[in-house]
C-alpha cells in the first residue's frame, strides 16, 4: 500500500463521430446489430490527428487544470498500441512539445491492459518524497481497422485519456493493490499491426498475417470474462479487501457484453460498473483513463471511494490496480 494520488485527470476524442448506421456504407451491418452485441452506439474517429497529437493535447490539459509547470515532471509514459513511429516514443514526441525538459519519457505496450501497466510501473517510480509524473494512455485504433470487416471495425473508436500521479503524504490516497498477468500462449488471438520482414533478404513467402485487426473473438469473450473477475479477486485477496467493499468498477470498455458478464461472475450490480462504450467503444489504452476522467468530472467518484480499475486484451494480458482515490 503506497501513498500514490492521483492529482488530476484529463481526456480528449476526435471530434469527427462516426454512428452504427454510418457504418452501414462500408460493410454489412445495422445499428441493432452492432448494439444488440456490444452495446456500442458510436466512435470517435480521428481525421488526420495522430496518436501524439492526442496525447499532447491530454498532457497540456493535465497541466493546465492543476496549474504545474512541465519542469514540474519527472517523467511522463504513454501507454499504446499504435504510436506513430517505432521511434521515437509517444511519450518522447509528448515530452518535447510541451517542453518537459526534465522528464524522462517512454512508451509501454500492454494493448488495452496498458494504462493499468503504466500505473503499476509509476508506482514503483513515485517512491522518492515529492515525485510527481504523468501517464497517458492513447490510442488512434482507426489506422488499425480493416473498415470494411464487420467482426473487428464496429468495435473500436480513438482517443486519449490521462493522469497527473504523486507521491502525496494525504491521508486516504493509496495505490493499495494490484494484480498483472500475461498469457502469452493466446496471443494469435488478438493481433494488430503487424510488422513483415520485408527485407530483400527475406525468402519467406508463406507470411500471412496482416496489419489490421485480426481477432478470435470467442476466446477472447472466454479469457474476458473468466481472467478478469480472477484477476480482480486475487487484488483484492492481496488488499484484505472484500468485493462489497468496492465503490466503483472501471473495466476496459471493449463491449458492454463483457462487462455485465464480469458484474454476473462477481455478483455485484452493474450500476457499480461504470461505462462509456456506447459513446467511445474500444479505445484500448485509452478507455480505463477517459473513463476516469468522466466519472470523476461528473462527481461520480469521489475522494475516499475504493475504485477498481481493471484493463484486459491484446497480450493476451489482464491487470487490476485497487485505488483508495
Known sequence: MTNIRIVQSAHVAPERVVPNDELTNYMDTSDEWIKSRTGISQRHVSTGQKTSDLCTIVAQQLLDKVGWQPKDLD?????????????PAT?????GRIGAKSAYAFDINAACSGFIYGLKIAEGLLQT???????IGGEVLSKLVDWHERSTAVLFGDGAGGVL?????????QFIASDLETLGELGDSLTAGYQPVNSVFN???TDSHQQYFEMDGRAVYRFATHSVPESIERALNKAGLLVNDVDYFILHQANQRIIDQIAKRLDQPINKFLSNVAEYGNTSA??????????????????GQTIVLSGFGGGLTVGTQIIRY
Open 129 to 135: 518524497p515529492h515525485a510527481r509524473g504523468m501517464l
Open 75 to 87: 517523467f511522463i509514459i504513454v501507454a499504446t498500441m499504435s504510436p506513430d513511429y517505432l521511434t
Open 203 to 205: 525468402t519467406d513467402a
Open 91 to 95: 511519450a518522447a514526441i509528448v515530452q
Open 286 to 303: 485509452a478507455s480505463v483513463a477517459m473513463l476516469l476522467d468522466q466519472e470523476l468530472a461528473s462527481g461520480t467518484i469521489k475522494r
Open 165 to 173: 500521479l504523486a507521491n502525496s503524504p494525504e491521508q486516504g490516497s
